[in-house]
């Protein structure tokens, strides 16, 4: 194509965007909105799919059949995120099987949170509330992203992702008002996670490549800091009203922005975790690498059988 | 894995209750239709949203040339006679 028609195209295309109208899968877009669609799509798709691992985790080990049965439909809800996802990421061209080993070669990066391990019954409380709490924050204003079928998948995993947030809340409100061991073990599960759900958002606006193009195309609604921000301004209360304290000095109200400052994330650990020397890295990859491994004989059986039987039905 | 024995793809539709139409919900892989259906009910059903489900294999589908929207869609742009808007109706009358 001549690089005046790609110019006109462009034009067309950001008009589109500019009123509203939402881009779907055959529309034509500039390789880059497809490029970046793609990438952050698939590692949106990682995300709830190694998200699963630290819930999995304490599934045999949770406290009663109640709770058991909450996090096998939690954990059951994220496999099924990982699928809308990659279904998304397909719409655009996208290698579904290519993008997972892009996964398993750590070529492709995912949500940084789940690196970190979950040492006791209240973390999963703490993810739930937080990293949930956190991952909402981010999917809603994405329900109104201009590629259409991310937009879709998002609506239908706000929709699912809002009782993952109550029951984690719940589950720290009950060892908040339980014996003081509980009530200790609450804390100290927020202590661990609080840092790290501040950096879910991902790098401050100033340090943050993508974000600028972004927000143009209305991938994005809102910049990083601005949804950290309104996550800090919603969780402090929520913290407050069952007696759990902000692991973090500097946390006060500010009048003038109506909102709380808060203090300086370390932005070294962040990277540590990102660049691959987090507490479960390797442990996480392994694992999915693991089992597609393990799972491919049943992919393949399948896929014989069902050949099989086309060909006796044809025959 | 070789390419050849990827699942293929499915779309699925769903209504949400008698008396409604199938609707789009979105694609999944399966290796073959009776799986799709199964996977269907399991990822797009789990919080009662449907009592039937229809799978189509992707491949299956035509669908037009967005490049061609405004050719194809076009005269029904230019027919505003084909609206009730279109046509005065005198004063005294009510419902018509």
């Known amino acids: ?315 | 894995m070789e390419k050849s024995k990827e699942w293929p793809l499915w779309e699925v539709f769903i209504r949400s209750k008698q008396g409604l139409n199938h609707k789009h919900v979105g694609s999944l892989r399966a290796s073959d239709a009776t799986m799709a259906i199964k996977n269907a009910r399991d990822v797009y059903t789990r919080r009662s949203e449907g009592i039937s489900i229809w799978v189509v294999p992707s491949n299956n589908i035509t669908a037009s040339d967005p490049n061609n929207e405004d050719s194809l869609f076009e005269p029904a742009q230019s027919k505003v006679y084909r609206h009730p808007t279109f046509y005065d109706v005198p004063d005294g009358i009510s419902h018509m």
């Open chain 1, 1 to 315: 194509m001549m690089e005046i028609d790609i110019k006109e195209l462009e034009k067309k295309f950001q008009l589109k965007i500019d009123k509203d109208i939402r881009i779907e899968p055959n529309d034509w877009m500039p390789d880059a909105y497809r490029k970046t669609l793609i990438r952050q799509i698939s590692q949106h798709a990682h995300s709830e799919v190694v998200g699963m691992l630290p819930e999995g985790n304490w599934i045999t080990r949770a406290p009663n059949l109640r709770r058991k049965a909450v996090l096998l439909a939690k954990v059951q809800d994220e496999a099924g995120h990982g699928l809308y996802l990659y279904s998304a990421a397909e719409t655009l061209g996208a290698d579904r099987e290519q993008t997972i080993d892009d996964l398993h070669s750590g070529k492709a990066k995912y949500s940084s949170i789940f690196n970190y391990p979950t040492l006791s019954w209240a973390d999963m409380g703490a993810v739930g509330w937080l990293v949930d709490g956190a991952a909402i924050m981010n999917q809603v204003p994405l329900c109104r992203c201009s590629y259409g079928p991310y937009a879709r998948a998002m609506v239908r995993v706000c929709k699912e992702e809002s009782f993952h947030q109550r029951q984690g809340f719940e589950i720290m409100t009950k060892l908040a008002s339980g014996t003081s061991a509980q009530k200790e073990m609450a804390q100290d599960a927020f202590n661990r996670f609080w840092w790290p759900a501040l950096m879910m958002f991902g790098p401050s606006d100033a340090d943050s490549s993508h974000t600028e193009q972004s927000m143009r195309w209305k991938i994005k609604r809102h910049t990083n800091d601005e949804l950290r921000q309104m996550f800090v301004d919603a969780t402090v209360p929520q913290a407050e009203l069952i007696g759990l304290t902000i692991p973090d000095q500097d946390l006060k109200w500010n009048t003038v922005k109506e909102g709380y400052d808060y203090g300086a994330i370390n932005w070294d650990e962040f990277w540590q975790v990102v660049g691959g020397n987090g507490p479960c890295n390797k442990e996480r990859v392994d694992a999915r690498r693991k089992a597609k491994e393990d799972g491919k004989w049943v992919v393949e059986a399948a896929m014989a059988f069902a050949q099989k039987r086309s060909a006796k039905k044809s025959a």
